[in-house]
């Protein structure tokens, strides 16, 4: 039976963070019902042209998830497993944030199923927070997580580094106190400038500088360096986990399996008679309900990826894993051979200079070449 990851995503906010560009919406009163009520319509959607899989993970994303009532994420979850059938070690993941509100859910979050969660702390220094715009200070964000570890059998939380002024003393003091928790699984997301959000109007006026690459080069080298220090490696570019805890459904995502997206802006790769298709939902919440309920999904767009892309796709996520790229899964997948992809005198140079390892069995960038992975990339694709 084929394997599938479930992405539903939740596509509220308290407010907007002013770094972010995802598909999150503030709203004085989110319409939940309403809302929950396209969720389920879209999942049986969903599993009614798909037909029998195998559910290896569900994540809810967001937004803010942990802003749903935890009877919506239980009816979700209770769906999905109806409607797929469920891996004995089905993987349920959620993410909050961690105010003091959206932390007492925990446990009925727990009893509704989920048994990982994600906690968007960011930073634990109050002065980084206040900056990020984040409506919790690092006392409560440590409370969160704290209360996460006792309630949920899997923890992660989120960090974002290469702040400005941000120094390396610092920032391994910071990582430090995070780690020192118990966490089982980190993920890390360097502090870019993403066009339409309000960091991009400040920092074109010049209210903040970002650190220089080098110095982020150097913060993220320290990560890496800490995380070992609390039995965490990095499975890949921006995630480290303990064996065996690292996130089931990402690897989805990262070793090119179908996933199926349901809710406002989400996007899927499903597999349908043959052909993989590309998904998106409308991302307006009110518009994207209102598609479910005149025609059962929100789909905007549905393009058949072709060989081509599919090899390309596989490739761009697989090299990102410290695992790299399983040579017959990926022919399997793409119907390609994966060293036909990469320019043969740029694959022998990236090799000698110790950014790539190759052997019969799998392709897979090293620890400096997925530093560089952008950049090596577009070297090896010419």
Request: proline residues 5%.
């Amino acid at each position: 039976m084929t394997p599938l990851a479930l992405y539903i995503h939740w596509p509220f906010c308290k407010a907007k963070c002013p770094y972010c560009d995802f598909n999150s919406h503030v709203r004085e009163r989110i319409p939940e019902r309403r809302i929950v009520a396209a969720l389920l319509a879209e999942l049986d959607f969903e599993a009614a042209r798909l037909g029998p899989r195998r559910l290896t993970s569900i994540f809810f994303g967001g937004g803010t998830p942990s802003l749903m009532a935890p009877e919506g994420v239980s009816a979700l979850i209770a769906r999905a497993c109806r409607l797929f059938a469920p891996a004995p070690d089905l993987e349920i993941t959620l993410e909050a944030n961690p105010t003091s509100i959206e932390a007492g859910r925990f446990r009925a979050y727990r009893e509704a199923g989920v048994n990982r969660v994600s906690i968007g702390v960011q930073s634990l220094n109050d002065d980084a927070l206040r900056f990020l715009g984040r409506e919790h200070g690092a006392a409560e964000a440590m409370a969160a997580v704290e209360l996460g570890r006792a309630i949920f059998p899997r923890l992660s939380f989120d960090l974002i580094y290469a702040r400005p002024g941000q120094t390396l003393a610092a920032w391994r003091a910071e990582l430090g106190a995070a780690l020192a928790v118990g966490l089982d699984h980190l993920s890390l997301y360097q502090l870019t400038i993403e066009p339409g959000t309000r960091f991009a109007t400040a920092h074109a006026r010049g209210d903040f500088a970002l650190p220089e690459d080098d110095d982020a080069a150097a913060l993220y080298d320290a990560t890496a360096e800490e995380a070992a220090r609390f039995g965490l490696g990095p499975y890949e570019i921006s995630n480290y986990a303990k064996p065996g805890e690292e996130s089931r459904h990402n690897l989805a995502y990262w070793r090119y399996r179908d996933y199926a997206g349901i809710g406002a802006g989400a996007h899927g790769r499903i597999s349908l008679g043959g052909t993989l298709l590309a998904t998106r939902r409308h991302r307006a919440p009110e518009e994207w309900a209102a598609r479910v309920e005149a025609a059962g999904h929100g789909s905007t767009e549905e393009i058949e990826i072709g060989a081509d892309e599919r090899a390309r796709e596989a490739l761009l996520m697989g090299l990102r894993l410290a695992e790299g790229i399983d040579r017959d899964a990926y022919a399997a997948r793409t119907g390609r051979d994966l060293m036909d992809m990469l320019d043969p005198d740029v694959t022998a140079q990236a090799i000698e200079a110790g950014y790539l390892d190759v052997t019969p069995a799998r392709v897979s960038a090293t620890y400096e070449g997925r530093k560089r992975l952008d950049s090596l990339l577009a070297a090896l694709l010419g």
